[in-house]
């Protein structure tokens, strides 16, 4: 599939970009060799290839949750340079405006 200068620059707009007439050529070249390589996938025989969403084997690496005890307020509090009702005190980020 070959791309002409008007698809260039049709998506050079939509991507926001100010294209010299030199990089539209450049492009219009390496957009149509990679829109030709994709559509070689079309030939490839598919049949018994179940669709998958990864190439990889996906597989959970994290350990399951165990619940344990929390720390005790006091001890997490303990170097807090400001405290306020069992809560850390931060100073205010954005205005009430």
Request: hydrophobic residues 45%.
């Given at each position: 599939?070959?791309?002409?200068?008007?698809?260039?620059?049709?998506?050079?707009?939509?991507?926001?970009?100010e294209l010299t007439a030199e990089e539209k050529a450049r492009y219009q070249e390496q957009?149509?060799?990679?829109?030709?390589?994709?559509?070689?996938?079309?030939?490839?025989?598919?049949?018994?290839?179940?669709?998958?969403?990864?190439?990889?084997?996906?597989?959970?690496?994290?350990?399951?949750?165990?619940?344990?005890?929390?720390?005790?307020?006091?001890?997490?509090?303990?170097?807090?340079?400001?405290?306020?009702?069992?809560?850390?005190?931060?100073q205010t980020v954005l205005d009430d405006a």
């Amino acid at each position: 599939m070959s791309l002409s200068l008007a698809d260039v620059e049709k998506i050079a707009a939509l991507a926001r970009l100010e294209l010299t007439a030199e990089e539209k050529a450049r492009y219009q070249e390496q957009l149509s060799a990679v829109l030709e390589y994709a559509a070689r996938l079309n030939e490839l025989d598919l049949t018994g290839v179940p669709p998958t969403a990864s190439a990889v084997a996906l597989q959970n690496i994290l350990r399951q949750d165990e619940v344990e005890p929390s720390l005790p307020v006091e001890e997490v509090l303990f170097n807090a340079p400001q405290k306020a009702q069992n809560q850390f005190q931060i100073q205010t980020v954005l205005d009430d405006a």
